[in-house]
């Protein structure tokens, strides 16, 4: 099984819809992450956290909210998509310290109509 | 620009050749780590270098850094068509959070 799994991994919703994207990891790693991707731009960092009661705004984060509701779960929430969020959105997990990886989720691919 | 930039975008070899992009940034790092991407799918982590390194190896990556130039390289020797992906630069700045470059896509013909 994966190690780093997001749910759903497609996803077509309108203008002014709630949407959640989910995040779960077996890796036991306290640190998550949320980017969002779109082309020619890399990856932008919209939440992290460092454990369950860290929360942390990313460079993009207006527009976005999270929750981190155990250590292996934390969910992304558009309260009301817009279509320029239409993107490839990305959750990881890291252990932190000096020579910290990150390991990626397959990504959820969100287009809003 | 971006604090993690690679260059060129886009690179087109022949299998076998060897494929080399170049990331540049801005402020000192702690480390720096290259990650590979297949179309459409999640970032696999390939190799970090730590700031007091200058060369590292795995397998037929090498990557290069240099601090006073504020800059990395990824060398792909003997490339295949597996090796088709965007690769992406990350640097770990001490205090903050990893920041990607926008990638190169290379493209390895048969």
């Known amino acids: 099984d994966a190690d780093v799994t997001q749910t759903p991994r497609n996803r077509i919703t309108k203008t002014g819809k709630r949407i959640m994207l989910e995040c779960s990891q077996t890796?036991?790693?306290?640190?998550m992450y949320w980017y969002r991707q779109d082309p020619g731009l890399g990856l932008r960092l919209i939440y992290y956290s460092f454990d369950v009661k860290d929360i942390n705004k990313g460079e993009i984060s207006d527009g976005y909210s999270v929750s981190r509701q155990a250590q292996a779960k934390f969910s992304l929430s558009l309260e009301s998509a817009i279509p320029n969020q239409t993107a490839l959105y990305f959750c990881?997990?890291?252990?932190?310290?000096?020579?910290?990886?990150?390991?990626f989720g397959p990504g959820t691919r969100l287009t809003v109509l | 620009s971006q604090q993690g930039e690679e260059d060129p975008q886009a690179l087109s070899i022949q299998e076998g050749e060897n494929a080399t992009m170049n990331c540049s940034y801005k402020?000192?790092?702690?480390?720096l780590q290259w990650y590979r991407q297949n179309s459409g799918r999640g970032l696999v982590h390939l190799i970090l270098i730590r700031s007091n390194e200058r060369e590292k190896h795995s397998g037929r990556l090498r990557v290069t850094l240099d601090t006073s130039k504020k800059s990395s390289s990824l060398l792909i020797t003997a490339s295949r068509a597996a090796d088709t992906a965007s690769y992406f630069c990350?640097?770990?700045?001490?205090?903050?959070?990893?920041?990607f470059g926008p990638g190169t896509r290379l493209s390895v013909l048969p």
């Open positions: 990881a997990t890291g252990l932190g310290g000096s020579t910290d990886t990150q390991y």
């Open positions: 402020t000192s790092i702690n480390n």
């Open positions: 990350a640097t770990d700045v001490f205090g903050q959070n990893f920041v």
């Open positions: 890796k036991g790693h306290d640190r």
